[in-house]
């Protein structure tokens, strides 16, 4: 999903992109040279729009932070919780939505380098076509940014395989994801992953776990596991 971002600053108007709407962080991307320099922690106003949207929306965002790369500036925005809602809402349709695990029968989550190196368990707090939202402890993600850190190549891809046993199954279901975004929680650290099917394809051939059954097959057990 792709929307368009109008950003207006002392009357001069930027064009960007948002690829991703349901991090609690957006992005916004811009061409290169062209994201403007602004202050950050001052309150902004985005216009979203897209096909996706019934209508344009206006996004009240303080930016957190500004890189610039031959790749694309990218601009960083915290929006308001409100508005965070309003644009959750829009976007998404009922396949989408994240699904809290209810009740005492936690699904653990094994994650695992691409390389092998490092591995350790997790917990699934929510699940959608798109990704998960992971509960990790403070020690192992020191010991993953000290892997991922240490791993050579010129481009580094912060991907992990997941395994994990919904409810109701026998046998674990491993997929790639991307890690989207680490937050400090109380004792723990909280992880959004987005589901990469090609890259599951890839890794794991015929046998390769489909995404979308492997949510469906959730979302169905889920009142089994409360």
């Not at 996004?59 to 508005?83: I, K, M, N, Q, Y």
């Amino acid at each position: 999903m792709s929307l368009t971002v109008t950003l207006t600053v002392e009357g001069a108007t930027f064009l960007g992109t948002l690829s991703d709407p349901t991090d609690p962080i957006i992005r916004v991307t811009f061409p290169h040279g062209s994201a403007p320099f602004i202050p950050l922690k001052e309150s902004l106003t985005l216009l979203v729009d897209g096909e996706e949207l019934p209508e344009p929306l206006d996004l009240c965002a303080l930016p957190t932070s500004w890189h610039s790369s031959e790749e694309g500036d990218r601009v960083f925005f915290e929006v308001e919780e409100r508005d965070r809602v309003r644009l959750r809402g829009a976007v998404h349709d009922q396949r989408s939505v994240r699904v809290p695990l209810r009740g005492a029968r936690a699904v653990r989550v094994g994650l695992k380098t691409l390389s092998g190196d490092l591995s350790f368990e997790s917990a699934l707090v929510d699940i959608s076509e798109t990704g998960v939202g992971l509960i990790v402890s403070e020690k192992s993600d020191r010991l993953l940014c000290s892997a991922m850190l240490s791993e050579s190549g010129e481009e580094r891809e912060w991907y992990l395989e997941l395994a994990f046993r919904l409810p109701g199954r026998e046998e674990d279901s491993s997929v790639i994801a991307e890690i989207r975004y680490r937050r400090l929680s109380t004792g723990c650290v909280k992880y959004g992953l987005r589901f990469d099917q090609d890259r599951t394809n890839e890794r794991f051939g015929d046998g390769a776990t489909q995404v979308a059954s492997l949510v469906g097959a959730y979302q169905e057990r889920l009142p089994e596991a409360a």
